[in-house]
């Protein structure tokens, strides 16, 4: 009964104690609780320390920057990772820590929950890196253990499609690769180097991974060979040689190398293409490098043809188109046709055989399987001009060439058109003769006149004229240097200009045995130099014609020469008329202007048999001192012509 009694005692007593443990514990939170300041010891400050580690590696990271949020207060960890910040008001506060390829971290602590101590060790904060490593080897795949230098392993972000960075092999095939990832994620890697096959391989990679991996590069393989040609042995440059994997070209010795070939255990194709070959093609297995035996290629051939249009003919036969330096030809059909098959490839120059015509030779390519289309337009030279014929500026066409060889004839009834800006040459002892009926039509422009003129400036050009009717031929804006016009019919030349400078042998500019026609000379100039003969001759035959001189200019520029003046004439008794109107006359050689009756005066500038038939217009003569101007008949007429000093 005792026994029990005491029991119950100590029970009671033991509760008591509780209680007044619980009321104690309650009024000392009460009290921190309620202070001002929420603290109760050393003025409220309080010591931080701790240390930083790798997430990862839990290594020591140095010189992470640890403060508070406005970094007034703040740390660096040293060499083991250690950090210490003093100091630091009791309350809640953020504590930053920074570094450099880390994620940074922030944590949030309550000082006021460390009552009892004045210095807080936070033990280790992970920081998490910010990049993955990836690191290896890489080898050649033959034996596995020879290392790969200067490989690049470069990363493609699937979602970026970019390449985001990339590294090299050392001299032993390692590499270290720090990727920065967005986000966890599946990257795609690929490993190439000269001479390797490209090697791609994906990998999940996320914040702080470490990846050690190994990588086996195939070699290409390489190809190689000598192309010549099959019939001369020689080399063959510029050879494309295609597979389905490179392609290449042979030098000049006829060296092609295949360097990125694939190795494969089915026969590989190779072509081999040349415009001048024929293209050849073989088909085995490769494995391994190989020298291929000599390539052979064998020499395509192809066609040229065309069309030859023969100038002033009636059809186009006859032509002969030649391929130098081999020996092919074809001729012309009527329609001009022609075709020459088989040709060896090559370049060759292509000429016109034909004596009547002239064209300058051109080359042309023959390439594998082709046609060339080469169509010609010679320029008659010589021989007879059959139908109406057209010449341009011949700059516009370099197979044209205006120039007259041996005796051009132009056929009665056919028009003979020449326009602007072209060029009409004629060689030693040449003519250009139109038959009765025959058309000469000059259509030159103020600042692009045609042009005849003589390759020998010592020697005249021959244009001679049968035509029978009245203004059968017209010159506009045309101008003759050193040629003998001779006209028979009607001339009509406006704007035009009629030059020699010759020996004092030499023919007359014009020779005009026009018969019951009419000729006029608008706004033309004539001028002469070193000619005895003067610029216009009017023969004995020249009857029942009229020729007028309207609005010219006559240069003598013959000096301390006695010479026949600007117009001789020896009639018979049917004169022509002569009209001299709004024309100046210069003179500066030794002879006089004489309207007689003086057949065998060889000194004057015109004589007739019947001055009455002239007719002389508000002319002006411009004289030198040792000429004269002499009017000894009362039968011309004689208006308006002055004398000048």
Same mark, same amino acid.
């Given at each position: 009964? #005792?026994?029990?009694?005491?029991?119950?005692?100590? !029970?009671?007593?033991?509760?008591?104690?509780k209680?007044i443990?619980?009321?104690?514990?309650t009024?000392y *939170?009460?009290?921190? #609780?309620?202070?001002?300041?929420?603290?109760i010891?050393?003025?409220?400050?309080v010591?931080?320390?701790g240390?930083?580690?790798d997430?990862?590696?839990?290594?020591?990271?140095?010189?992470?920057?640890?403060?508070?949020?406005?970094?007034d207060t703040?740390?660096v960890?040293?060499?083991d990772?250690?950090?210490?910040?003093?100091?630091?008001s009791?309350?809640k506060i953020?504590?930053?820590?920074?570094?450099?390829n880390?994620l940074?971290?922030?944590?949030?602590?309550?000082?006021?929950?460390?009552?009892?101590?004045?210095t807080?060790?936070l033990?280790?904060?992970f920081?998490? /890196?910010?990049?993955?490593?990836i690191?290896?080897n890489?080898?050649n795949?033959?034996?596995?253990?020879t290392?790969?230098f200067?490989?690049?392993?470069k990363?493609?972000?699937?979602c970026?499609?970019?390449?985001?960075?990339?590294?090299?092999?050392d001299?032993?095939?390692?590499?270290?690769?720090?990727?920065?990832?967005?986000?966890?994620?599946?990257?795609t890697?690929?490993?190439?180097?000269y001479g390797?096959?490209p090697?791609s391989?994906?990998?999940?990679l996320?914040y702080?991974?470490?990846?050690?991996?190994?990588?086996y590069l195939q070699?290409?393989?390489?190809?190689?060979?000598?192309i010549?040609s099959s019939?001369?042995?020689?080399?063959?440059s510029?050879v494309k040689?295609?597979t389905?994997?490179?392609t290449?070209?042979?030098?000049e010795?006829?060296?092609f190398?295949?360097?990125?070939?694939?190795?494969?255990?089915?026969? /590989?194709?190779i072509?081999f293409?040349h415009?001048l070959f024929?293209t050849?093609?073989?088909? !085995?297995?490769?494995n391994t490098?190989?020298?291929l035996?000599?390539?052979?290629m064998? /020499?395509?051939?192809g066609?040229? /043809?065309?069309?030859v249009? *023969?100038?002033?003919?009636k059809?186009?036969?006859g032509?002969?188109?030649?391929?130098?330096?081999?020996n092919?030809?074809?001729?012309?059909d009527?329609?001009g046709?022609y075709e020459i098959k088989n040709?060896?490839?090559?370049t060759?120059?292509i000429?016109?055989?034909?004596?009547?015509?002239f064209?300058?030779?051109?080359?042309?390519?023959?390439?594998?399987n082709?046609e060339?289309i080469?169509?010609?337009?010679?320029a008659?030279?010589s021989g007879?001009i059959?139908a109406?014929?057209?010449w341009?500026n011949?700059? !516009?066409?370099t197979?044209?060439?205006?120039?007259?060889?041996?005796?051009?004839s132009?056929?009665s009834?056919v028009?003979f058109k020449i #326009?602007?800006g072209?060029?009409?040459f004629?060689?030693?002892?040449?003519?250009?003769?139109?038959?009765?009926?025959?058309?000469l039509?000059?259509?030159?422009?103020?600042?692009?006149l045609?042009?005849?003129?003589?390759k020998?400036?010592?020697?005249?050009g021959?244009?001679?004229?049968?035509a029978?009717?009245?203004y059968s031929h017209e010159?506009?804006?045309?101008?003759?240097?050193?040629?003998?016009?001779?006209i028979n019919?009607?001339?009509k030349?406006?704007?035009?200009?009629?030059?020699?400078?010759?020996?004092?042998?030499?023919?007359?500019l014009l020779?005009?045995?026009?018969?019951?026609s009419i000729?006029?000379?608008?706004?033309c100039?004539f001028?002469?130099?070193n000619s005895?003969k003067g610029?216009?001759f009017? #023969?004995?035959?020249?009857i029942?014609?009229e020729?007028?001189?309207?609005n010219c200019?006559?240069?003598?520029?013959?000096?301390?020469?006695?010479?026949?003046?600007?117009?001789?004439?020896?009639?018979?008794?049917?004169?022509?008329?002569i009209l001299?109107?709004?024309?100046?006359?210069y003179?500066?050689?030794?002879?006089?202007f004489d309207?007689?009756y003086?057949?065998n005066?060889?000194?004057?500038?015109?004589?007739?048999?019947?001055?009455?038939?002239i007719d002389?217009?508000?002319?002006?003569?411009y004289l030198?001192s040792?000429?004269m101007l002499?009017d000894k008949?009362?039968?011309g007429?004689?208006?308006?012509?002055?004398?000048?000093?």
């Open positions: 009964m #005792h026994l029990i009694l005491n029991k119950k005692k100590y !029970q009671a007593k033991s509760l008591l104690i209680i443990g619980i009321l104690s514990f009024f *939170l009460c009290i921190i #609780h309620c202070s001002p300041n929420n603290s010891k050393n003025n409220g400050s010591n931080i320390t240390i930083v580690l997430s990862k590696t839990k290594t020591p990271i140095k010189d992470v920057l640890v403060g508070l949020t406005d970094f703040y740390s960890t040293n060499s990772g250690q950090f210490f910040l003093d100091k630091i009791r309350q953020f504590l930053y820590f920074i570094k450099e880390y940074s971290k922030v944590i949030e602590i309550k000082l006021d929950t460390f009552l009892n101590s004045n807080i060790n033990d280790s904060i920081l998490l /890196r910010n990049y993955a490593v690191c290896g890489v080898y795949k033959i034996d596995s253990i290392p790969v200067n490989a690049s392993i990363t493609k972000n699937n970026v499609s970019c390449f985001l960075d990339s590294a090299l092999t001299s032993f095939g390692f590499f270290n690769y720090k990727y920065f990832p967005y986000n966890d994620s599946e990257i890697f690929i490993a190439t180097c390797f096959i090697y391989f994906n990998l999940f996320k702080g991974d470490s990846i050690n991996i190994n990588l070699p290409y393989i390489i190809i190689s060979g000598k010549v019939d001369s042995l020689l080399p063959i510029k040689v295609v389905y994997d490179d290449c070209e042979s030098d010795n006829g060296i190398n295949l360097k990125k070939c694939i190795p494969s255990n089915t026969k /590989r194709t072509s293409i415009d024929d050849l093609t073989i088909s !085995q297995l490769f490098n190989v020298i035996d000599t390539i052979k064998q /020499r395509a051939k066609t040229i /043809r065309g069309n249009i *023969l100038q002033g003919k059809n186009n036969a032509a002969i188109i030649q391929l130098l330096p081999i092919l030809y074809d001729t012309t009527l329609l046709n040709i060896p490839t090559g060759y120059i000429s016109i055989i034909n004596k009547n015509y064209c300058k030779p051109c080359t042309a390519t023959v390439i594998s082709k060339n080469i169509n010609f337009y010679p008659i030279t007879n059959e109406d014929l057209e341009f011949n700059n !516009q066409d197979n044209f060439c205006y120039t007259i060889s041996d005796t051009l132009v056929d009834g028009n #326009h602007d072209a060029k009409i004629f060689d030693k002892n040449s003519f250009l003769i139109f038959k009765p009926n025959a058309r039509l000059c259509f030159g422009e103020t600042n692009n045609i042009q005849f003129s003589s020998d400036s010592n020697k005249q021959n244009i001679i004229f049968k029978e009717n009245d010159l506009i804006y045309t101008k003759f240097t050193n040629i003998n016009i001779v019919g009607g001339f030349a406006k704007n035009c200009i009629f030059f020699a400078n010759l020996d004092t042998n030499s023919t007359p020779d005009i045995y026009s018969i019951n000729n006029i000379f608008e706004n100039d001028s002469w130099y005895k610029p216009i009017m #023969h004995n035959d020249t029942w014609s020729t007028k001189f309207i200019i006559f240069y003598n520029y013959n000096k301390d020469l006695n010479c026949n003046g600007f117009i001789k004439s020896k009639l018979l008794p049917l004169e022509p008329d001299i109107q709004n024309c100046n006359f003179n500066n050689c030794k002879s006089q309207f007689s003086d057949f005066a060889d000194t004057s500038f015109v004589f007739f048999l019947e001055p009455k038939y002389i217009k508000n002319s002006i003569f030198d040792n000429s002499l008949s009362d039968k007429s004689f208006i308006g012509a002055l004398g000048a000093e």
